[in-house]
């Protein structure tokens, strides 16, 4: 037997999807997603904060997260909130945080769009560590490209962009899932989200 990892004080369960354990933190209301041979543990979602706030991952609340359930993906997991029976929903949550590794020294981080699912429109919202040239497309799950909504450089900093649901002729897209890709230079991130 070996220990794999310590989330104190109180571990909740866990999942496998995708080569990764997910595990709630009962007492101090965050998710992290663990590597099967210990060697990393990200908090992908929760301040540490009681509540049951939404919104992205990085400024979400939980009260006392405790259950969870993964896709096969791992791009949506399921989480009850014990203390309030409220059952809550993240889609495409990103690491808010490394415990015992390094913060990548250029690139994106926390990726994300708001609200997800959406209907009328979603914001994704990125974090630039080094200037770059940035550019964000919309595919649809065949591969083909719906939208771009930005192809131009940007400053370091926090970034963000707002989709109407409407490909690059100005129609309205059809409900379902979709991938937007954000690229910085020889960095890529992708994520999926959902239009009701």
Same mark, same amino acid.
């Given at each position: 037997?070996?220990?794999? $990892? ?7 369960? /866990? +999942? ?14 965050? @998710? ?15 301040? *540490? ?25 791992? =791009? ?8 309030? *029976?409220? %059952? &809550? ?17 250029? *690139? ?15 914001? !994704?919202?990125?974090?630039? +560590? ?6 964000i497309? @919309? ?7 719906? &939208? +771009? /909504?930005?192809?131009?450089? %940007?400053s370091? *900093? ?10 690059? $002729?100005?129609? !309205? ?9 954000? &690229?910085?230079? =020889?960095?890529i991130?992708?994520?999926?989200? @959902?239009?009701r």
């Amino acid at each position: 037997m070996t220990e794999l $990892a310590s989330i104190q004080p109180f571990l909740g369960f /866990l +999942t496998l999807s995708n080569g990764y354990l997910y595990a709630t933190s009962y007492s101090t209301n965050k @998710i992290y997603r663990l590597s099967l041979n210990g060697s990393s543990m990200e908090v992908i979602a929760g301040t *540490g904060a009681t509540g049951q706030a939404d919104g992205p991952a990085t400024s979400a609340t939980f009260n006392g997260p405790n259950g969870i359930v993964a896709t096969a993906s791992g =791009d949506t997991l399921y989480v009850s909130d014990f203390n309030t *029976g409220k %059952l &809550r929903m993240l889609v495409s949550a990103t690491p808010t945080g490394v415990e015992g590794a390094e913060v990548p020294a250029s *690139g994106l981080l926390d990726l994300q769009n708001f609200p997800n699912p959406f209907h009328a429109s979603t914001t !994704i919202t990125y974090a630039l +560590t080094e200037p770059n040239r940035v550019s964000i497309d @919309i595919y649809n799950m065949l591969g083909q490209k719906v &939208r +771009t /909504l930005a192809s131009q450089p %940007l400053s370091v *900093g926090t970034q963000s962009v707002v989709w109407n649901g409407r490909n690059d $002729a100005g129609q !309205i897209i059809p409900r379902g899932a979709y991938v937007y890709t954000v &690229r910085a230079g =020889d960095f890529i991130q992708s994520r999926m989200l @959902i239009r009701r």
